[in-house]
């Protein structure tokens, strides 16, 4: 599966971003979807994830209560609404598909990135 994210940008503290993720070339709905960041200097972070249905969602501890992860399998697309957001929250954003349930929270396991998008939250 192919993925494409977009909607990042340039935002001030406290603001608010949807990213989304289109996937094509593949049974979108087979895949458990995350989102991974990396800062500029820092090593790639697992950011939230959720389930094939929908049903089931996680978020590291640093996001929860912000960020809100949904996806659409009539449209092939899983989101990231970010909300309140942060200097710290400055990174490029990516994307993830994988077929396992864990594999989705390791960047070795997952099958398919996006391309990622930036997303600069200025204070």
Known sequence: ???????GGFVQVGDSLRLSCAASGG?????????????????????????????STYYIDSVKGRFTISRDNAKNTVYLQMNN???DDTAVYYCAAATIA??????????????????????
């Not at 989705?104 to 990622?116: A, K, T």
Request: glycine share 12%.
């Open 27 to 55: 049974t979108f709905r087979t895949y458990h979807m995350g989102w991974f960041r990396q800062a500029p200097g820092k090593e790639r972070e697992f950011v939230s994830r959720i389930d094939r249905s929908g049903g």
């Open 1 to 7: 599966v192919q993925l494409q994210a977009f909607g």
């Open 85 to 87: 957001l942060k200097p």
């Open 102 to 123: 864990s594999a989705i929270y390791n960047p070795e396991q997952v099958l398919h990135w996006g391309q990622g998008t930036l997303v600069t939250v200025s204070s």
